[in-house]
């Protein structure tokens, strides 16, 4: 199957400073690519989807100016939860389609557990 | 309002019956569903997949049920194996053209060897 890597795997911050997460597909290109956040024991949300070339979308309630989506390349897009507070810890995860696949199928990166102090 | 769900946050079997996790969605527009697998701090890995023209898939031990009149698919896992053990996350697809997941809640499937 396609890879998707996702790092870094676990960042604890400070409240107040802003973390960069990196999605990349490995062995394929991606124009699109999606983001999902999990709080403990709970769902799978949609937060955005990241498209390469152009503006994200994103989902209701999740705010585009707090969580920067940056696809500048088909194989890299980024995630930069901007001054982050306690309530942004969280379990975010990145995807993508890959050619030769169904397109309903999502591949997914390893995740990212995010702790802010 | 939750358009996949997942009633049963846990399940328990003993290794080598048969486990069956159960899915219900309220969106009509869904036309393909994804079963995935996944273990903490780790992401979704893909399990099995039905279309909408069908009413069961099978691969392996895995097997999906669909139907559609009522609105529920269900994961059949025979035999169970401890390694099985993970949360399973069904999830749907709308065919708007966006493709993106609508997941449920997860259903934590503990093998007992």
């Known amino acids: 199957g396609a890879v998707v890597s996702q790092h870094p795997s676990r960042v604890i911050c400070k409240s107040g400073t802003s973390v960069k997460i990196e999605c990349r597909s490995l062995d394929f290109q991606a124009t699109t690519m999606f983001w999902y956040r999990q709080f403990p024991k709970q769902s799978l949300m949609l937060m955005a989807t990241?498209?390469?070339?152009?503006?994200?979308?994103?989902e209701q309630g999740v705010e585009k100016d707090k969580f920067l989506i940056n696809h500048a390349s088909l194989t890299l897009s980024t995630l930069t939860v901007t001054s982050a507070h306690p309530e942004d810890s969280s379990f975010y995860i990145c995807?993508?389609?890959?050619?030769?696949?169904?397109?309903?199928?999502?591949?997914f990166g390893s995740g990212t557990q995010l702790s802010v102090l | 309002d939750q358009q996949v769900k997942q009633n049963s946050p846990s399940l328990s079997v003993q290794e080598g019956r048969i486990s069956i996790l159960n899915c219900d969605y309220t969106?009509?527009?869904?036309?393909?569903f994804l079963w995935y697998k996944k273990y903490p701090a780790e992401g979704p890995t893909f399990l099995i997949s039905?279309?909408?023209?069908?009413d069961k898939n099978e691969d392996g031990r895995f097997t999906v049920f669909l139907n559609k009149s009522a609105k529920h698919l269900s994961l059949h896992i025979v035999p169970s194996q401890p390694g099985d053990s993970a949360v399973y996350f069904c999830a749907a697809s709308d065919g708007t053209g966006r493709r993106a997941l609508t997941f449920g809640s997860g259903t934590r499937l503990q093998v007992q060897p």
């Open positions: 969106n009509s527009m869904f036309d393909y």
């Open positions: 995807s993508a389609r890959a050619p030769g696949h169904a397109n309903e199928k999502l591949f």
């Open positions: 039905i279309s909408s023209i069908k």
């Open positions: 990241s498209n390469e070339g152009s503006k994200a979308t994103y």
